[in-house]
């Protein structure tokens, strides 16, 4: 009996001491995108790791493969649409907008596969810093932190939905005033509807149910973009803060001074050190590609939004739109690329307490420490491609200078193309409106 009330006591302290682990700081984002068919794992909510897997026959995977079903339908019926009438640099986006949710949602799925291996490995790192050791007395604490940022992104990128669907029925009410519709529109959601989802409509007759699930498809489709910048966000704001506790710690222990500990205290460090760096390769190697895509589709819509900002917008509400999303996307970015670079910075640091201990504080495994300190490159990489630090964010900026000329130029010469005439009913309402 007694034997087993200590066992029940030590697992006790063994949940309280996991208790700001990542994986039960990021279950909300987790829930919060299966919601909309992304990332569909199963076990979020045990406190075992092992059972965080994907698990094929459940109502997750279905709902993700109906999303990811109908975003390529949306791709499709965007390349008919398109090659009716015609490609400029600013109808394209449609197209992809819509293959870029569809690859997300496919590198989310492949990640889900493997990311029981990811949550075993966090899981044991995160009870290394979780000890009294490297323990730091703060409120904000990691799940604080990411609950933060979540909040604040997820929040700002659904106001970037609200404005973009805001913007749109202001353009199509304009629309329906300047071309004396009213008196033929009995009904303004089907209306509205039919004109949104047009691609779709060219190929499906319209019904009220379609409509509410196209319009749940595409801010599913809009939440998968802002989900991978978030979703990096987490990652990087979670491994840093591991990093910074060794810093912190080793800060403490030197106290002002010089730190000269015995050999067994940089036996411990390292090896803790090494648990961390090998748990960034292992998440590197599950987000190298998400990495990857996250950069290009920032890129390319940093560079559209600039070339619509550029031009003179027809309605003030266009401008509102258009330059909150321009401003929301490029600080999302910086967002990323710096947290992301964080963990490099963090990586790096102990190298100023390392660079004061004199000779005769030096061993041989602190020699040890000192060189990975100084060889390694300890950062989050897009699939080997880069490293993601705060020279690649200068690197970026360069590079969205050279694809706006280039976006310029595609805009300046297909002038003309793509152009739907005012006040003229495309294929879709010729063959639906009444």
């Not at 949104?196 to 319209?206: E, H, Q």
């Not at 990857?292 to 890129?299: D, E, F, R, V, Y």
């Not at 970015?333 to 005769?360: G, Q, Y």
Request: charged residues 20%; positive net charge.
């Amino acid at each position: 009996m007694f034997l087993k009330k200590v066992k029940l006591l030590k697992n006790h302290f063994a949940q309280e001491e996991v208790q700001d682990s990542f994986h039960q700081a990021i279950r909300p984002y987790i829930l919060t995108g299966q919601l909309f068919g992304i990332f569909p794992l199963s076990g979020v909510f045990d406190k075992d790791p092992n059972r965080i897997r994907l698990v094929w026959p459940t109502v997750r995977v279905a709902l993700d493969l109906i999303v990811l079903g109908a975003g390529i339908a949306n791709t499709i019926a965007e390349c008919m649409r398109l090659r009716m009438v015609g490609v400029n640099a600013k109808n394209i986006n449609g197209l992809i907008f819509f293959v870029d949710g569809c690859i997300i949602n496919v590198l989310f799925l492949l990640m889900a596969t493997k990311w029981n291996r990811v949550a075993v490995k966090w899981d044991s790192v995160d009870r290394i810093f979780l000890t009294e050791s490297y323990r730091i007395e703060s409120k904000w604490t990691l799940k604080r932190r990411l609950w933060t940022a979540t909040a604040l992104l997820l929040g700002l990128a659904c106001c970037e939905h609200l404005l973009a669907t805001i913007n749109n029925l202001n353009d199509q009410w304009h629309e329906i005033e300047h071309c004396g519709w009213k008196e033929n529109i009995t009904d303004t959601f089907r209306h509205f509807s039919l004109r949104k989802f047009s691609n779709m409509y060219s190929i499906v007759p319209y019904s009220t149910v379609s409509a509410v699930f196209f319009s749940y498809v595409s801010f599913a489709l809009t939440l998968y973009w802002n989900y991978l910048d978030v979703f990096i966000i987490l990652i990087s704001i979670a491994i840093a803060t591991r990093f910074d506790q060794i810093n912190t710690h080793l800060r403490t222990l030197a106290g002002g001074g010089v730190l000269i500990p015995n050999e067994p205290f940089w036996i411990r460090v390292r090896t803790h050190y090494v648990s961390l760096c090998e748990l960034l390769d292992e998440v590197d190697q599950a987000v190298a590609w998400i990495v990857l895509i996250s950069c290009a589709t920032n890129l390319y819509f940093i560079c559209l939004q600039i070339l619509n900002v550029s031009q003179k917008l027809r309605y003030p509400m266009n401008d509102v739109y258009y330059w909150f999303s321009l401003l929301f996307l490029m600080g999302r970015t910086a967002t990323l690329f710096l947290c992301a670079a964080h963990i490099h910075e963090a990586a790096k640091r102990p190298l100023d307490i390392v660079a004061k201990i004199p000779n005769n504080g030096w061993s041989v495994e602190l020699d040890r420490f000192s060189s990975q300190l100084k060889s390694e490159t300890v950062a989050l990489s897009g699939m080997g491609f880069f490293h993601i630090t705060r020279q690649l964010l200068f690197s970026m900026a360069g590079t969205i200078v050279t694809y706006e000329l280039v976006m310029l130029k595609f805009d300046k010469e297909s002038e003309g193309k793509g152009y739907i005439r005012p006040c003229s009913f495309f294929d879709i309402e010729k063959k639906w409106l009444t």
